[in-house]
């Protein structure tokens, strides 16, 4: 759909998060895309103790962690950055 100005909205992605905690009771995906609000997405955990969740996101860069029951832990696999906390953030970019 047009906006008013004339040009068309940015495609949306769905994006895909897992995060291997077993013996974890909450997962929470938090980051730029949610005001790092740490109970806005709960991940839903399988059978083999993989916790996930997907969402659509606009093309751009963004920052996000894992909250495991209370601690803030990062995706092993993904690119990290600074963060004002003196810790890592991890870095997704979505095309």
Avoid: Q
Wanted: aromatic share 10%; charged share 30%.
């Amino acid at each position: 759909m047009p906006r008013k100005n004339g040009r068309k909205a940015p495609s949306r992605r769905r994006v895909s998060f897992k995060f291997c905690a077993p013996g974890a009771k909450k997962v929470n995906l938090v980051g730029s895309f949610n005001n790092w609000d740490t109970s806005a997405r709960v991940l839903r955990r399988d059978a083999k103790d993989i916790w996930k969740t997907s969402m659509l996101l606009t093309p751009g860069t963004y920052e996000y962690r894992y909250v495991v029951d209370g601690e803030w832990l990062n995706d092993s696999e993904a690119e990290k950055v600074s963060n004002e906390f003196g810790e890592k953030n991890c870095l997704l970019t979505v095309m």
